[in-house]
């Protein structure tokens, strides 16, 4: 997709999804044999139900067909939120991700390599961090600055230990 589509499509839509109280995160068009597949990326504080990406579906379609945005050629709009796999790149998504474990690379600069911790809290200059401990060893903290992140990705935890007390999902009534 071109820097000038791309930015009219967000020009277009950012108003509207804003307008719900999201963040859009991404909008992507692909060639899907003779259509186009128009990928719209919302997210929020407290996440995006698939009630919520229905309407916003169906308030997007409209303002770009009232606007002829796609022009003439058949596409097909998705409207989702971000896989959990999704990079972290913006300070939104570092807070989102408090209480999560992330995996880091860290910056060069930073002596490079690879670090596995838990957010525990995020500022404007960095986060804490909760370094598990290996082998029996005690988790260590560690103050990691946003200039020493190359990349970060959230880690998908199946069966994670030692989960906050005030965490209520997934729980049965007695």
Known sequence: MSTTQSERLRDLLEPLVTSKELDLEEITVTP???R????VVVDSDTGVSLDTCAELSRELSQKL???DAMGDGEYVLEVTSPGADRPLTQHRHYVRAVDRLVKFQLADEAGGGELTARILKVDDEGLDLEVPGVKGRKATARRLAFAD????RVEIEFNRKNKPADNTENTEEA
């Not at 992140?149 to 970060?152: D, F, P, T, V």
């Open 65 to 67: 067909d009232d606007a």
């Open 149 to 152: 992140i190359a990349k970060a």
């Open 32 to 34: 899907a044999g003779k």
């Open 36 to 39: 186009r597949v128009l990928r």
